[in-house]
């Protein structure tokens, strides 16, 4: 069964394609009678009900257009054309039977989140079919393959079992040897998948690729080396090989996974915005604790992805403007963008309406990856040769010599900034590791800890669990300051760094009193009915 969803789910990554390593991702099993039942006990969300469809993705570009538009009617100009929603809305396929899940111990602690596919046992095709009633019985055969990070897959696999009834028919086993896990990205159509796979767009959000596993077919007799292969071959022409891409890609997205998330509550890890939490669903293990967070509780502390600079880089607009935003309010922004009548500027009397800009730059892992490369100084340049260069016909005109040497200039310019990049990206990734934590110097205060492994790929990101009044999403704290200035760790000496918080674009808005989704009036209705 498939729900169809037209939605902004943003920029797509470039096409590719990548099999996951078992350090990476694995595959467990609980498969028998009562499969679903006993599942429905130890995970948070909903098996008994339809998964939400990811939440769609902060339209940063209408916002910016819709107060452009009413800056320039304000002044009598043309307003520039709105860009219909209908253009920028995709249909979407999301399989009810792919859904994201936390698993919790008995405190309400994360042991790891997953990826759960159900599917019938010994099916002929390994697609997900829909049968007519999908009910909970005794009876159920169904299987659930568990895709899950590699560095949380046996801590899962004890977990499991310690909660097994002796008599329980349940099977619980490692199906990772048996079952290839793959991604691809740069498409939003997971349909058509040919015998011996099975695939799915990321339940999570779609902007992290399409999940396909290599399953094979009861009638088939390749090994699941031979299926990856084959999956490989099929892939090549149109997306290409991309190792290592899903690290970059879902760091930038700010979304933290397996062992990164042990000993956090489900909310910290901002597991709600992902659905994978269901506060409507009855008891299951761990629950006490996730549910008072959301109704009485605030969440004082969020997974965020940071982006980690040194004081001798200039800090990117997006949080130029950020820092005007938490100093000034959204009441005063209009007023010192554009000046006021007695500064001797034009009263464009721009009115916000009801858009509250976001107290941090609202980013794509894309538009992150862009940023990157301008500031660690990888943007590609290309000079055109001279003319008398070797091939090109003509004298070297004295314009052009000029022209010449400020084309050198910028190629010495960008050099040096490849270099201070590769610095920076060297000292970051040696102390920004997993339980390092990021200490303001301004009041000696820990502001965060990093979660992260090391940094994405080539940037210097790291997902970090921050201090929500540290970041300007939660009252009580300073604002932040783009001159603000942090240690990592024992690092001691060295370059001042600056840390540059940024929303993902599926987050929603925040509330700053409950640290919270803010809730809309629509939802609030939906809650009382």
Not at 83 to 97: A, C, K, L, N
Not at 153 to 165: E, N, Q, T, V
Not at 282 to 304: D, N, V
Not at 318 to 338: R, S
Request: glycine share 10%; hydrophobic share 35%; proline share 8%.
């Amino acid at each position: 069964r498939t729900a169809a969803a037209a939605g902004r789910f943003g920029k797509l990554w470039g096409r590719g394609h990548e099999t996951f390593p078992l350090s990476t991702r694995r595959i467990l099993s609980v498969s028998g009678p009562g499969s679903t039942k006993y599942l429905q006990g130890l995970v948070t969300c909903d098996l008994l009900s339809e998964p939400p469809t990811p939440r769609e993705e902060y339209d940063v570009e209408e916002h910016a257009a819709s107060v452009a538009k009413r800056a320039m009617e304000a002044q009598d100009a043309n307003p520039p054309q709105m860009i219909g929603s209908e253009e920028r809305e995709v249909r979407v396929r999301f399989d009810s039977r792919t859904r994201s899940a936390c698993f919790l111990d008995h405190r309400g602690r994360i042991v790891t989140d997953a990826l759960l596919w159900k599917r019938p046992i010994d099916d002929e095709s390994p697609e997900l079919p829909a049968p007519e009633a999908d009910p909970i019985r005794e009876e159920d055969e169904a299987e659930y393959l568990i895709d899950v990070a590699g560095d949380a897959a046996d801590a899962l696999l004890a977990h499991l079992k310690k909660y097994k009834l002796r008599k329980s028919k349940v099977k619980i086993g490692d199906r990772s040897e048996e079952v290839g896990v793959h991604a691809v990205y740069g498409t939003l159509n997971a349909e058509g998948t040919p015998p011996g796979y099975a695939a799915a767009m990321d339940p999570r959000h779609p902007s992290l690729g399409m999940r396909v596993l290599s399953v094979g077919t009861p009638a088939d007799d390749l090994t699941p080396q031979q299926r990856t292969s084959n999956f490989q071959s099929m892939m090549s022409n149109f997306f290409p090989p991309a190792a290592g891409t899903y690290s970059v890609l879902r760091t930038l997205s700010g979304v933290a996974e397996g062992a990164e998330l042990r000993g956090k509550t489900a909310l910290e890890c901002n597991q709600e915005f992902m659905g994978s939490v269901s506060f409507s669903k009855g008891c299951y293990l761990g629950q006490e604790l996730t549910a008072r967070s959301h109704h009485t509780g605030m969440i004082r502390k969020r997974i965020l992805p940071v982006a980690i600079i040194d004081d001798r880089t200039e800090v990117p607009r997006p949080w130029i403007l950020a820092d005007m935003i938490q100093e000034l309010g959204p009441d005063k922004l209009g007023e010192n963008l554009f000046g006021t009548p007695e500064e001797g500027m034009i009263d464009v009397g721009l009115d916000l309406g009801d858009y509250v800009p976001p107290p941090l730059p609202r980013i794509s892992a894309p538009g992150m990856g862009g940023i990157y490369s301008m500031l660690l100084g990888t943007a590609p340049t290309v000079l055109p040769p001279p003319a008398g260069a070797e091939g090109v016909e003509g004298p070297v005109a004295p314009e052009m010599e000029i022209e010449m040497e400020t084309d050198l200039e910028q190629e010495e310019a960008a050099r040096k900034l490849r270099e201070a990049g590769e610095q920076l990206l060297a000292r970051v990734s040696e102390h920004a590791v997993r339980g390092a934590k990021i200490i303001d110097e301004k009041d000696g205060k820990t502001i965060g800890q990093i979660l992260s492994t090391s940094p994405a790929p080539g940037t210097t990101v790291v997902l970090a669990q921050m201090r929500m009044d540290r970041v300007g999403l939660a009252e009580g704290g300073a604002p932040w300051s783009r001159k603000n200035t942090i240690r990592i760790g024992d690092e001691k000496g060295g370059q001042s760094l600056r840390y540059l918080p940024y929303l993902p674009l599926w987050w929603p808005d925040i509330d700053r009193a409950s640290g919270k989704a803010q809730i809309v009036e629509e939802d609030r209705r939906e809650e009382e009915e």
